[in-house]
């Protein structure tokens, strides 16, 4: 157990629906990033928060939005929702916000797009 | 081409040592992690090592970076059943600036009794 929670762990819709995810980091981690495993695009990095500030931008699309919250969890959401938007989300931990930390990741959330 | 570069697939029998290598092309890579994703759970992180080191032993798991041709590979002492899982190279570069894990496609270890 990483100590980073997700839910929920499952979560089925349809296109051009809306869904938000949530993360709650490691105690005392201050940075969450979020991850998009996909089959054909493997992990991806999609975006970094530190301390309530967005702090990095990977591959993140622009119906996509994160935000982290005064007590540090963190909910990405999911908008317009498409069929390629089937795939499993992470979130990851870490102490600081260079980005060298040891990332420790959640569980993943399971989102399937029908 | 891809950043970071792992074999899909690798077997080996019980007991044997399995050897997970990995290429990078970001010479400014700072730290290296190796992942372990077992069927339908989330990363683990397995060991990591930082760029100015050459080797890094924990129990079973040996790191190896050449950091001249951007080579790292994980070996796995006397693999077990539980061994069988995705395993995943990712950097992290400095620069200055925060940034996500760039991560390989992962290696299927494959065990044969």
């Known amino acids: 157990d990483s100590g980073v929670t997700q839910t929920p762990k499952h979560l089925i819709t349809a296109t051009g629906q809306r869904v938000t995810l949530r993360c709650s980091p490691r105690?005392?981690?201050?940075?969450v990033y979020w991850y998009q495993q996909s089959l054909d695009q493997g992990l991806q990095f999609l975006i970094q928060y530190y301390n309530g500030e967005e702090r990095a931008k990977g591959n993140i699309l622009e119906r996509f939005s994160a935000q982290q919250f005064p007590d540090l969890h963190s909910e990405l959401n999911l908008s317009s929702l498409e069929l390629g938007d089937s795939a499993l989300y992470f979130c990851a931990s870490s102490v600081g916000g260079t980005g060298l930390e040891t990332q420790y990741f959640g569980p993943g959330t399971r989102l399937l797009v029908l | 081409g891809e950043d970071v570069e792992q074999s899909l697939f690798l077997s080996v029998r019980e007991g044997d040592s399995s050897v997970i290598n990995c290429t990078y092309t970001?010479?400014?890579?700072?730290?290296l992690y190796w992942y372990k994703q077992e069927p339908g759970a989330g990363l683990q992180l397995l060991t990591y090592i930082f760029s100015n080191m050459d080797m890094k032993q924990d129990q079973r798991l040996t790191v190896l970076l050449n950091k001249k041709d951007k080579h790292l590979s994980l070996r796995i002492a006397d693999t077990q059943t539980g061994d069988s899982a995705i395993y995943f190279c990712?950097?992290?570069?400095?620069?200055?600036?925060?940034?996500?894990?760039?991560f390989g496609k992962g290696t299927h270890l494959i065990i044969q009794p």
């Open positions: 990712a950097e992290s570069r400095s620069g200055g600036g925060a940034d996500g894990l760039t």
């Open positions: 970001d010479s400014s890579s700072t730290y």
């Open positions: 105690s005392g981690d201050l940075s």
